[in-house]
Structures are given as C-alpha cells and as structure tokens.
C-alpha cells in the first residue's frame, strides 16, 4: 500500500529548531523526488522543498538558508530540519511525491510558531 507517514511537528517558540521526517512506502520513495510542501489556514498549500534521487535540493525562496530537506535512500525517508523558525512558518506540513503519474501525499504534521 503506498503511504507517506509524516512526523515531528510541534510548538516551537521564535527562533527555534525542529526536524520533520516522512516515511514512504518503498515502492513510491526509490526513484522518485521528493517534497516537502505547507498550507496555513486559508492559504493555498505551497512548496517548501524538494530532494531528487541524486540528493539535490531545491527551496522555496522564504526558506532558504534556513530550513534543510534530506532524505536516506536506505530507510526509505526524507526529513526537513527547520531551523530559526518564524511565525509565518506556522502551517501543516506536508510529504509529497509523484510515482507511475499520480501525486501523493502524507496526512501532514502541524508546526506551530509562537511569536
């Protein structure tokens, strides 16, 4: 069954850390790129982050320089470190892949910045 389980969300304050990891399905994770997107109350869901086969990142230009996607092909995962976390990073944070020309995605994890 394909899936994509994600975890690691919390409430953080200002300027702090957390780290968020999927676990894929092996059949959807070998192969595929891999993201991390959010959606806050209201808004449109957006990417946050992709990873390729090949380990090459890609960010959204509001996280650059401080959140961090990777992923262990051995462990079928994908994490994201998110560090000095703001307010408007407060969203539900979602994995998401593409495999055999269908999009999947995870349930979500919420992250919650206090100011």
């Known amino acids: 069954q394909v899936q994509l389980v994600e975890s690691g969300g919390d409430l953080v304050q200002t300027g702090g850390s957390l780290r968020l990891s999927c676990a894929a399905s092996?059949?959807?994770?070998?192969?595929?790129?891999m993201g991390w997107y959010r959606q806050a109350p209201g808004k449109q869901r957006d990417l946050v982050a992709t990873?390729?086969?090949?380990?090459?990142?890609n960010y959204a230009d509001s996280v650059k320089g401080r959140f961090t996607i990777s992923r262990d092909n051995a462990k079928n995962t994908v994490s994201l470190q998110m560090n000095n976390l703001q307010p408007d990073d407060t969203a539900r944070y979602y994995c998401?892949?593409?495999?055999?020309?269908?999009?999947?995605w995870g349930q979500g994890t919420q992250v919650t910045v206090s100011s």
């Open positions: 990873i390729t086969t090949t380990g090459r990142a």
């Open positions: 998401n892949t593409n495999h055999k020309y269908k999009t999947y």
């Open positions: 092996r059949d959807i994770f070998s192969g595929n790129t």
